[in-house]
């Protein structure tokens, strides 16, 4: 086990055989301080994601939940696992993607639920050897168990994700 301290900065960490990333989504705290913002944090996400690579191929889990501050109900719920690629495009700029296994659930809009798979495409900048930023679009095909019929959605790239090395052997 090595410290983010003793990894190659000029490769980014790339050359380890195993790497494990957890980040976060950084639309809520972007909403605070961005002015007029439109993100939308009532909508199920994955709050917190956990990727492990071995070379440029490996796994992903996300998981998400969010309550009423007052009635602590449900407000939505976000679980995904799959298979996840990260290829390196140019420079600090990475290729990513994937295919989830995904389950959401929103508990204000009907059309929020799904049960499917979703594959995924996106981009990660990666600012130093520690630290990344991600954005990725993907199609979900699926089941809305609340409609009772099949489902089909494009997810644009609209939301950020925080990314932190925190082991690599």
Known sequence: MGSY???D?????????NRHYVGFDANAMLGQIIPFSTFQNGAPFA???SRRIWGERGYRFAAGIDFNSSSFELNNFYLSF???????????????????VR????DDFDDSNFIGVAPYWGVEYQVNKVFSLSTEASLDFGFNPVIGDLDFQLRPPLRIQCHFLVNSR
């Open 103 to 106: 389950i959401t659930a929103n």
């Open 9 to 17: 900065s000029s490769e980014y960490g790339l050359n380890y055989r």
């Open 82 to 100: 799959g298979l996840t690629r990260k290829q390196k495009l140019q420079g600090k700029l990475y290729w990513l993607k994937g295919f989830d």
């Open 47 to 49: 709050s917190i994601v």
């Open 5 to 7: 301290a003793q990894f």
